[in-house]
């Protein structure tokens, strides 16, 4: 048991620079993850597998030989008979709500307006090829980061959707995500982890394909590598360690929001979770509570709640008036946000910035992680304020279209030579005047 006692701040107390601090994460301190990740990566564009297999060794203690690195047929088939069926059913209603979220989000594949008669301007979405899903395995199993992240990639028309992971101390890889990444329609699932996965995928090895993207959550080895490489590999949105800001206005019971503030604090000590409240007595009363919940959990995930909710990077913070939380919960852009209200809609119009926004006690941080639908990988690290969740856009390009007809080109011309002409451009400018000239010609 440890002593720690749970932060609470008071926000009109705090002076500017300890505002800023309590809005930085584990995330935007990267420096040290940054430099040491770079030798793991250059190791791996020179030597390949070898040095996924040494790397496996030396951060995973698993003893794998280079024929081990893909994922065989009978470790699919192994794995699903590990698994419990019950779990298999659980993990193909996730697959069914994600599956048929992201399908309502498909836009038309080619959209026309015509803009002027003979005009025609829209978008066609087109997927990307490939795809290297990161599926995280240091401090747990991420089963359910295999479906948020493949599947939304397969409704969108990816051709080649891969996992990347690391193997567990026996070489294997954890069984459920076996059977979710078969779930997902997923076939080659390599074991590799950390900065040296996402080197693997970004390069290619004899094993392992070079991917056009790589998505999916993780450590910040992870998300140092994905930063280092985002010249060669497009690296998605970031999504490093998990978030969660839970506002109440204590409409809801202390339990809940203390159960509820275990919940992304217990990913690991880097996480950061807080929870937002205009009333003191309320704040001390959730604090009060929390050692009970911390013993109801393993001790491993219980000191990295207390880690979390005692430190710098969560806790609790006290706002004099609602203005002043939302202006703080929209300063966060948190990953997850949870309105533990009864009456949560009334408050959605203060909120701008959030990964999602979870409406009521009903709408629960738990069930939005593992089986809602939207994907659980969100904007972290702030990146909320301009980015969205992973959605099938993530793996979708749009290309704009566009069709001009003959009788129309006579007016888009004239004007596109006087800014040709302005701009100095005299090769455009000759084209459309050469190109109208000949139209001209053609209609009289
Ligand atoms: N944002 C999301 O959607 C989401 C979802 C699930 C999990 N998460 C987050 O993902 C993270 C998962 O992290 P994790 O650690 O469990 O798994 P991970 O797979 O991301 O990281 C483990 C890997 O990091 C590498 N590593 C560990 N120590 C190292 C060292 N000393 N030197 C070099 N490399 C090293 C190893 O390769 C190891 O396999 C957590 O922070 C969790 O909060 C986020
Ligand atoms: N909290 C993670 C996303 O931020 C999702 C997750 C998976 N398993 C447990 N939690
Ligand atoms: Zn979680």
Redesign the pocket.
């Given at each position: 048991m440890s002593d720690k006692t749970v932060s609470i701040y008071n926000l009109s107390d705090l002076d500017e620079g300890q505002r800023a601090a309590l809005l930085r994460r584990t995330e935007n301190e990267l420096s040290q993850f940054s430099e040491?990740v770079v030798p793991?990566i250059e190791d791996v564009r020179v030597r390949g597998d070898a040095a996924l297999v040494e790397?496996a060794r030396k951060?995973?203690r698993a003893a794998i030989s280079l024929s081990q690195i893909a994922v065989k047929r009978e470790e699919f088939d192994a794995a699903k008979r590990l698994v419990d069926p019950a779990l298999i059913e659980t993990l193909q209603f996730a697959a069914h709500n994600i599956r048929h979220f992201h399908e309502r989000q498909l836009p038309e594949g080619l959209a026309l307006h015509e803009t002027h008669p003979g005009v025609l301007v829209g978008d066609r979405w087109t997927s990307i090829d490939s795809v290297a899903c990161y599926v995280?395995?240091?401090?747990?199993s991420?089963p359910s980061?295999v479906l948020m992240t493949a599947l939304p990639a397969k409704v969108a028309g990816v051709s080649e959707v891969i996992v990347i992971t690391?193997p567990g101390p026996d070489g294997t890889v954890d069984p459920a995500t076996l059977v979710a990444a078969e779930i997902a329609g997923v076939s080659k699932v390599f074991k590799c982890?950390?900065?040296?996965g996402i080197a693997a995928v970004a390069y290619g090895t004899e094993t392992v394909p070079h991917c056009e993207k790589v998505v999916g959550?993780?450590?910040p080895?992870?998300v140092a590598a994905k930063k280092q490489l985002s010249s060669i590999i497009d690296p998605g949105s970031p999504?490093?360690?998990?978030e969660l800001i839970i506002f109440s206005d204590g409409s809801v019971s202390a339990d809940l929001v203390a159960l509820d503030l275990c919940v992304e604090s217990e990913?690991?000590p880097?996480?950061s979770v807080f929870f937002v409240t205009t009333s003191r007595s309320f704040a001390e009363e959730v604090a009060a509570l929390l050692p009970k919940y911390w013993q109801k959990m393993p001790e491993g995930r219980a000191d990295f709640s207390r880690t979390v909710l005692s430190g710098t990077k969560g806790g609790i913070v006290v706002a004099d008036d609602l203005s002043s939380a939302f202006a703080f919960i929209n300063d966060y852009a948190a990953?997850h946000l949870a309105l533990l209200v009864e009456n949560a809609w009334q408050y959605l119009p203060q909120i701008r910035n959030a990964g999602e926004i979870l409406l009521g006690p009903y709408s629960a941080i738990a069930v939005a992680n593992f089986v809602l639908g939207p994907s659980?990988?969100?904007p972290?690290g702030g990146a909320a304020k301009t980015t969205s969740p992973l959605s099938v856009f993530d793996f979708m390009k749009r290309t704009s279209i566009a069709s001009v007809s003959k009788n129309a080109y006579v007016l888009f011309a004239h004007h596109a030579e006087s800014l040709a002409r302005y701009e100095g451009f005299a090769g455009h400018a000759n084209s459309v005047s050469a190109m109208r000239d000949e139209a001209y010609g053609a209609r009289e």
């Amino acid at each position: 048991m440890s002593d720690k006692t749970v932060s609470i701040y008071n926000l009109s107390d705090l002076d500017e620079g300890q505002r800023a601090a309590l809005l930085r994460r584990t995330e935007n301190e990267l420096s040290q993850f940054s430099e040491l990740v770079v030798p793991i990566i250059e190791d791996v564009r020179v030597r390949g597998d070898a040095a996924l297999v040494e790397f496996a060794r030396k951060f995973d203690r698993a003893a794998i030989s280079l024929s081990q690195i893909a994922v065989k047929r009978e470790e699919f088939d192994a794995a699903k008979r590990l698994v419990d069926p019950a779990l298999i059913e659980t993990l193909q209603f996730a697959a069914h709500n994600i599956r048929h979220f992201h399908e309502r989000q498909l836009p038309e594949g080619l959209a026309l307006h015509e803009t002027h008669p003979g005009v025609l301007v829209g978008d066609r979405w087109t997927s990307i090829d490939s795809v290297a899903c990161y599926v995280p395995r240091g401090k747990g199993s991420f089963p359910s980061s295999v479906l948020m992240t493949a599947l939304p990639a397969k409704v969108a028309g990816v051709s080649e959707v891969i996992v990347i992971t690391p193997p567990g101390p026996d070489g294997t890889v954890d069984p459920a995500t076996l059977v979710a990444a078969e779930i997902a329609g997923v076939s080659k699932v390599f074991k590799c982890g950390g900065a040296q996965g996402i080197a693997a995928v970004a390069y290619g090895t004899e094993t392992v394909p070079h991917c056009e993207k790589v998505v999916g959550p993780g450590s910040p080895w992870v998300v140092a590598a994905k930063k280092q490489l985002s010249s060669i590999i497009d690296p998605g949105s970031p999504a490093g360690p998990s978030e969660l800001i839970i506002f109440s206005d204590g409409s809801v019971s202390a339990d809940l929001v203390a159960l509820d503030l275990c919940v992304e604090s217990e990913h690991g000590p880097d996480s950061s979770v807080f929870f937002v409240t205009t009333s003191r007595s309320f704040a001390e009363e959730v604090a009060a509570l929390l050692p009970k919940y911390w013993q109801k959990m393993p001790e491993g995930r219980a000191d990295f709640s207390r880690t979390v909710l005692s430190g710098t990077k969560g806790g609790i913070v006290v706002a004099d008036d609602l203005s002043s939380a939302f202006a703080f919960i929209n300063d966060y852009a948190a990953e997850h946000l949870a309105l533990l209200v009864e009456n949560a809609w009334q408050y959605l119009p203060q909120i701008r910035n959030a990964g999602e926004i979870l409406l009521g006690p009903y709408s629960a941080i738990a069930v939005a992680n593992f089986v809602l639908g939207p994907s659980h990988v969100l904007p972290t690290g702030g990146a909320a304020k301009t980015t969205s969740p992973l959605s099938v856009f993530d793996f979708m390009k749009r290309t704009s279209i566009a069709s001009v007809s003959k009788n129309a080109y006579v007016l888009f011309a004239h004007h596109a030579e006087s800014l040709a002409r302005y701009e100095g451009f005299a090769g455009h400018a000759n084209s459309v005047s050469a190109m109208r000239d000949e139209a001209y010609g053609a209609r009289e």
